[in-house]
């Protein structure tokens, strides 16, 4: 009897455990090559098309997990759109399921280098993207391959690899929300933020 009374004390008590950790919600990485560590964040949703009527929840703000306060995310996430917008460099695309550099990106770097090389520059982020088919992880790696490969053609072409860091977003951040064949090809991409 005293055997079976501690037999289903476990099994409660695995039930409820399994209960608590199955209704945590998934979190998505964003992984930072320079340092070669995953930064665990719950990533910000794509911007949703004008019939969804979705209201923002604790989920929906990009926000680390370290403590930070929301008003200094929203900040730094103002910053970052506004540096984006103002990017001097031009974006390279790249083909479905591939981060390799095509001839058209590759005139395009030749001109980003060429400008990194003419002007003081101190940081350039390289953000690798994807569009939204395939896994969460799959896409935040291959957006890290085409971030590293950009970053890699940039110093071929003599910019000071010291200067440039790297970031996958994955399909975190489309340009283009639309479902098609167009859209896909605009998020398949490397975008660069330049500070001065």
């Not at 951040?173 to 098609?180: A, E, I, K, S, V």
Request: charged share 25%; glycine share 4%.
């Amino acid at each position: 009897m005293k055997k079976n009374l501690t037999f289903i004390g476990i099994l409660i008590v695995l039930i409820i455990s399994l209960t608590i950790f199955s209704g945590c919600s998934e979190k998505k990485s964003i992984v930072k090559s320079d340092e070669t560590k995953v930064q665990e964040t719950v990533s910000a949703p794509a911007p949703a098309p004008a019939e969804t009527t979705e209201p923002a929840t604790q989920d929906n703000v990009s926000q680390p997990i370290e403590t930070t306060n929301l008003k200094d995310t929203a900040n730094e996430q103002s910053s970052l759109m506004e540096a984006t917008a103002k990017s001097p460099i031009s974006d390279i695309n790249f083909d479905f399921d591939s981060y390799s550099i095509r001839p058209d990106a590759r005139e395009i770097l030749k001109f980003n280098a060429d400008y990194l090389l003419k002007h003081k520059v101190s940081s350039v982020l390289v953000e690798g993207h994807c569009d939204e088919r395939g896994t969460d992880e799959y896409n935040m790696a291959l957006g890290q391959r085409r971030a590293q490969e950009t970053k890699k053609y940039l110093v071929n072409l003599g910019v000071n690899e010291s200067i440039i860091k790297t970031i996958s977003y994955g399909e975190e951040r489309p340009l283009d929300t639309d479902n098609n064949e167009e859209a896909w090809a605009k998020n398949r991409r490397a975008h660069f933020v330049v500070n001065p």
